[in-house]
């Protein structure tokens, strides 16, 4: 991330001057800003703010109805009488930790390991990656396979080992469900944050790597005091995308577990839809949107901030 | 300050041999055991998260009684190719994956054309409230589109745009545009002014030097998010789920609920059409993938 231009040396003084200004800048910029500003401000940013809204209103969402103001009833209703609300605020917020700790250690760990020169390095690469590139959903579909009580995989390797009383129910009982469906979830987004984490491993400086060798310092300094720091804006931006995607998770929960057994799976985002689509209440769908944004607001800021304090320089 | 390295030590003595690779041993010939035991975890650990696809292709070619009769890794006894047949007559694949591919191929470059357009001007053009535009724009890449879900789907209802693949376009080009943005954005920032400038000196218009000049140096980042971004509208399930009815409008990624009814669901197929499903972006991952790594975060312009 850090950039790197060979200042050459000012070839001419004319450089300097500027021609003169024919518009204003702001309307040189607009017809450039529009399009893309006008879709993302009706498609994306208006629907979130119309959920705020909505999350006053009591509403079934059948155009034939109107919505009825209601003021913080949704909110009291969902923090006193909701108890999937809160299994599913415990279960997002557990998800963005598991998540942090997991698979981006492993992520770190592989991408450290695959860095160097090895043989079956770029088949390894692409092994890790493949996940990422399929669709979540299709991903729930085979894992179910595999967590498959009589038939899938899990169960049956623990029948040939001889733990056959180590076999679950993995995807239908509430105590394994979330568990299962975070195992499935690292399996996929392992590759992405390593493949990142590579990307960021090539601006670690070579020749500080090799001074630093040269100067007689073992492999575990060079990792502190050369490759750590440089690895930093890199692992922000992990950090980042692997808190945001926690609370993203929707395909894959949908597709093994649908929220249950018992509610056991169910996340803010899911529960978000399901209050809107399935129990035809809008406003509670609103009320729990905007918690799933006020969290991910609470967990973005400080990174935007930190961006923003870098773009001053 | 590199170039005192680059020199550093050449080889004493003895006819100057192409530099091997070390890979397995030390300077001196011995072996390094650290090295091999990395190379084997790594090498476990890759075989471990091959095994879900190894599964997926055998049962792909499993008929019912073999998937009920044979372990989940042993071989089929009958290879069924045939479930491959079966799997696009029962995704409706021929339908679901022209939607999916109309859809996509609109979206992904008008999608990355707009998103460079507003990354441009943010960027290049030094208007008063270009940060407070960043912000915005960043905000909107962070947080989860499910928040809009429900009311997007009220606002298309109005549009009277609800189960239509072109309306399926209009939100999914608006939930690629902040993240690429803001990517565009931190490497347009990157190109030097004077480039710029001496462009302005030749009387280039603002129009031209985001065609010309801009647009060709920015290529790298864009050909890193042509992958994310078909990867992403290909594969998008909340937003196609929310808004598509009939299953002639369906999304690749919708089909997959056709194989399973509430009482079974018919593995061998199932697992044939997620590999097909994926063969598309395995395509897409492949033409573009030299970039991939080095684009994705490199913000840097070589001078």
Redesign the interface.
């Given at each position: 991330m850090t950039v790197t231009t060979p200042s050459r040396g000012k070839s001419a003084a004319d450089g300097r001057s500027r021609p003169p200004r024919r518009h204003h800048p702001f309307l040189r910029a607009l017809p450039y800003l529009v399009p893309a500003f006008a879709l993302y401000g009706y498609f994306l940013v208006y629907p979130m703010l119309d959920a705020i809204r909505i999350s006053f209103f009591k509403w079934s969402g059948f155009r034939t109805e109107e919505p009825v103001f209601v003021g913080f009833d949704n909110y009291t209703r969902m923090f006193t009488e909701d108890p999937v609300f809160w299994r599913s605020f415990t279960n997002s917020v557990l998800w963005v930790v598991l998540s942090l700790l997991l698979p981006m250690m492993i992520a770190l760990l592989l991408a450290l390991g695959l860095n160097r020169k090895m043989i079956g390095r770029n088949l390894l690469r692409s092994v890790f990656y493949l996940p990422a590139v399929f669709a979540s959903i299709t991903v729930a579909a085979m894992w179910r396979w595999l967590y498959n009580p009589t038939l899938g995989l899990f169960n049956q390797v623990l029948e040939a080992v001889g733990l056959e009383s180590w076999a679950q129910t993995w995807l239908g009982d509430p105590k394994f469900a979330f568990y299962s469906v975070f195992v499935a979830s690292v399996w996929q987004a392992v590759g992405f944050s390593m493949v990142l984490l590579l990307a960021g491993l090539q601006n670690v400086p070579q020749e500080l790597v090799e001074a630093a060798r040269i100067d007689g310092a073992s492999a575990w300094q060079v990792f502190r005091n050369v490759t750590i720091p440089a690895l930093r804006p890199t692992f922000i931006v992990v950090v980042i995308l692997t808190m945001i995607n926690s609370l993203k998770v929707f395909d894959l929960i949908v597709g093994m577990t649908g929220g249950g057994p018992a509610q056991s799976t169910q996340v803010l985002a899911l529960w978000s839809y399901t209050q809107s689509f399935t129990n035809h209440s809008f406003g509670q769908g609103g009320a729990v949107a905007t918690v799933l944004l006020i969290v991910s607001l609470v967990l973005v800021i400080p990174y935007m901030a930190w961006t923003m304090k870098g773009e001053e320089k | 300050?590199?170039i005192a390295?680059a020199t550093?030590p050449a080889a004493t003595g003895g006819p100057v041999k192409p530099k091997r690779?070390r890979?397995f041993t030390h300077t001196d010939g011995r072996p390094d055991y650290i090295?091999i035991g990395?190379?084997a975890?790594?090498?476990i650990?890759?075989l471990l998260?091959?095994?879900?696809?190894y599964?997926?292709f055998v049962?792909s070619l499993k008929s019912q009684a073999d998937?009920?009769n044979t372990?989940?890794?042993e071989l089929p006894t009958q290879w069924m190719w045939s479930n491959y047949a079966e799997a696009i007559d029962t995704g409706n694949l021929l339908t679901t994956g022209s939607n999916s591919l109309i859809v996509s191929l609109i979206k992904v470059p008008l999608g990355l054309l707009?998103?460079a357009?507003?990354a441009?001007?943010?960027a290049r053009?030094?208007?008063?409230?270009?940060?407070i535009?960043?912000?915005?724009?960043?905000?909107?890449s962070?947080?989860?589109?499910?928040?809009?879900?429900?009311?997007?789907?009220?606002?298309m209802?109005s549009l009277d745009l609800l189960d239509s693949r072109w309306g399926l376009l209009?939100?999914y080009?608006?939930?690629g545009?902040?993240y690429q943005?803001f990517v565009l954005y931190?490497f347009m920032r990157?190109i030097?002014d004077?480039i710029e400038?001496?462009a302005?000196?030749d009387?280039a218009s603002?129009l031209r030097i985001?065609f010309r000049l801009i647009l060709p140096l920015a290529k790298p980042a864009l050909a890193a998010l042509f992958i994310l971004d078909f990867?992403a509208t290909?594969?998008e399930?909340?937003i196609a789920?929310?808004l598509l009815q009939s299953q002639s409008n369906w999304t690749?990624?919708l089909a997959?609920q056709s194989?399973s009814t509430q009482f079974a669901?018919d593995?061998g197929p199932?697992?044939a059409?997620?590999f097909m499903?994926?063969v598309p972006?395995?395509i897409v991952?492949l033409l573009f993938q030299r970039y991939?790594?080095?684009g994705?975060?490199?913000?840097?312009?070589k001078?």
């Open positions: - | 300050m590199s390295l550093a690779e890979t090295k990395l190379w975890s790594l090498m650990t890759g998260w091959a095994v879900p696809f599964i997926m049962t998937i009920a372990l989940a890794w707009l998103a357009a507003a441009f001007a943010i053009i030094k208007f008063r409230g270009s940060r535009a960043l912000a915005v724009i960043a905000v909107g962070m947080v989860p589109i499910q928040i809009g879900l429900g009311p997007l789907f009220t606002t209802l209009l939100p080009l608006a939930f545009i902040p943005v931190g990157a030097p004077e400038e001496s302005r000196v009387g603002t985001f990867v290909w594969n399930y909340a789920t929310t690749v990624p997959v194989f669901t593995y199932l697992n059409f997620v499903s994926a972006v395995l991952y991939f790594v080095s994705a975060l490199a913000g840097a312009v001078g």
